[in-house]
């Protein structure tokens, strides 16, 4: 199983990006897709993360209204949309998938996602 996420880049406060993340395979059928972010000395946190069909979601209160997330199983991809951003978004995001059946869920612990993408950077200038 590989991720491959990309749309990473450098913008000015208050502008916008598209991450997107390729899965190979058709694991999206069973598995929450999420987001995180990293920034140095902080623990990866969880940005937002998105049910097996695209219906239930789960953000973290700092993206509420700016981000959205969303998913294309056809496609095997989850994308996140990043509007408004501040200089406090700056982190290397990563995405990440969680089997979880045939739950109906939007959220799950972060000790369940077992499949990492390597990372993208995004920068967001004052």
């Known amino acids: 199983v590989q991720l491959q996420a990309s749309g990473g880049g450098l913008v000015q406060a208050g502008g916008s990006l598209r991450l997107s993340c390729a899965a190979s395979?058709?694991?999206?059928?069973?598995?929450?897709m999420a987001w995180f972010r990293e920034t140095p000395g902080k623990e990866r946190d969880i940005v937002a993360s998105v049910s097996v069909s695209g219906d239930s979601t789960y953000y973290v209160d700092s993206v509420k209204g700016r981000f959205t997330i969303s998913r294309d199983n056809a496609k095997n991809t989850v994308y996140l949309q990043m509007s408004s951003l501040k200089p406090e978004d700056t982190a290397v995001y990563y995405c990440a998938t969680a089997f979880v059946g045939s739950q109906r869920v939007g959220y799950v612990s972060n000790n369940r996602y077992n499949y990492w993408g390597q990372g993208t950077q995004v920068t967001v200038s004052s």
């Open positions: 395979g058709r694991i999206l059928s069973h598995h929450v």
